[in-house]
């Protein structure tokens, strides 16, 4: 599904998700920080979501959901979605809710989640395309990570379109100039030698 | 992936107008000019103040050197630009027609040879509003974005390639996010 070397996705990987235990787990206290003890059935615990998913897979932990796309969060995401503060929520909401969704079975969340970024992703294009500001960095502080990049991916091509247009040196013609300038200074010093 | 990353997704504005020097255009030479064999094809020789066909890298080049006068293409004057200003201000969908290498042409004439242009600097400013109220468009075109496909017709060289890094990954995000049943009814 998703690409192997993704950075990201491994990152997702590591967020800890809320569970239940389904089975006694002998002496596996220690994931509850409490090592040495048994695990008994039924017990609360927060597991990395790649630990989760294949304990959830053989029934042995039920996943709950997580906070973060919990009811009120859906009541919140429903009303408004600009505002919303996804940063905070996780850095990596709709790649972690992505893989979430492939646990647990919520329609409900799945249009949420598509929903809220296809709202979000107009403005992340306008903010991207205006010249950068106090409103701007807010902005970009709320943004999810896959909202970042994209966010980035904008800036850079509106950018090389402007330097374009006024003729200024491109960030390449820039870097080769620079690794010139530095070559000429290494042989500068080393005749000096 | 060794390419820059800006580099990555598409063509630098930069190669963008290195492909529009190749559009032929219209000019007058000040002195005859033998034929001339290029990579694209033969130039008949040039026979001085008749009018010319050459490539705009060609025109250009003998515009700096004050040795010919360009005639601008049809669509590069006041009387074609303010129409299509006012007809893409009108709120209709789509983009209207011009040439996909508009922004290029003009730019790369309005610089060198500004004084071929009848009133260039309100030509150019022409230019300018075009551009913002098409990009203007582009935005409110996203508004409609489904992961599927985005109707932009007649949208020029340089506008798709600004926007096509920022499509490319919002549209595969989208794809990633969007519910799978909504997918069955496409073939």
Redesign the interface.
């Known amino acids: 599904m998703d690409d192997y070397y993704d950075i990201d996705s491994i990152l997702a990987d590591q967020q800890r998700i809320p569970c239940t235990m389904n089975i006694e787990g002998t002496a596996l206290g220690y994931l509850d920080n409490n090592p040495g003890e048994d695990l008994p059935y039924g017990s609360h615990l927060e597991l990395p979501l790649w630990l989760a998913q294949a304990l959830a897979r053989s029934q042995q932990v039920a996943i709950d959901m997580p906070k973060a796309y919990g009811e009120s969060m859906r009541n919140s995401m429903k009303a408004s979605t600009g505002n919303i503060d996804l940063q905070q929520l996780g850095p990596y909401y709709y790649l972690f809710g992505t893989k979430l969704l492939a646990l647990v079975d919520d329609m409900e969340l799945h249009h949420l989640l598509a929903g809220t970024f296809r709202e979000r992703v107009c403005s992340i294009m306008d903010y991207a395309h205006s010249r950068a500001g106090a409103e701007q960095t807010t902005m970009f502080m709320r943004m999810d990570n896959t909202e970042r990049t994209l966010y980035q991916i904008g800036r850079r091509s509106v950018g090389a379109l402007r330097r374009w247009s006024l003729r200024e040196p491109d960030a390449d013609e820039q870097r080769l100039r620079g690794a010139t300038t530095s070559l000429t200074s290494l042989k500068r010093s080393a005749s000096m030698m | 992936m060794a390419l820059?990353?800006?580099?990555q997704?598409g063509l630098?504005?930069?190669e963008i107008?290195f492909i529009s020097e190749n559009e032929l255009v219209t000019l007058i030479p000040h002195r005859n000019i033998e034929q001339l064999n290029l990579l694209q094809g033969t130039l008949k020789p040039a026979v001085a103040s008749r009018e010319w066909r050459a490539p705009l890298w060609l025109a250009l080049t003998l515009r700096r050197r004050a040795q010919c006068r360009i005639l601008p293409p049809d669509w590069l004057s006041v009387g074609k630009c303010r129409p299509a200003v006012l007809r893409e201000e009108q709120d209709q969908p789509g983009f209207s027609k011009l040439p996909p290498n508009y922004m290029e042409i003009g730019?790369m004439l309005l610089?060198s040879a500004a004084d071929d242009i009848p009133q260039a600097s309100m030509v150019r400013r022409l230019l300018k509003d075009l551009r913002e109220v098409r990009?203007a468009k582009a935005?409110a075109g996203?508004?409609f974005?489904?992961g599927k496909h985005l109707v932009m017709d007649n949208i020029a060289w340089?506008e798709l390639?600004?926007?096509?890094?920022?499509l490319t990954?919002?549209f595969l995000?989208?794809r990633?996010?969007?519910?799978e049943e909504a997918e069955g009814g496409m073939p």
Do not use: G, K, V
Not at chain 2, 4 to 7: I, K, N, S, T
Not at chain 2, 161 to 166: A, G, S, Y
Not at chain 2, 176 to 179: G, I
């Open positions: 820059p990353a800006d580099l997704n630098s504005p930069a107008e730019h610089e990009q935005r996203l508004a974005i489904n340089m390639n600004e926007i096509r890094p920022f990954e919002a995000r989208m990633q996010l969007e519910p």
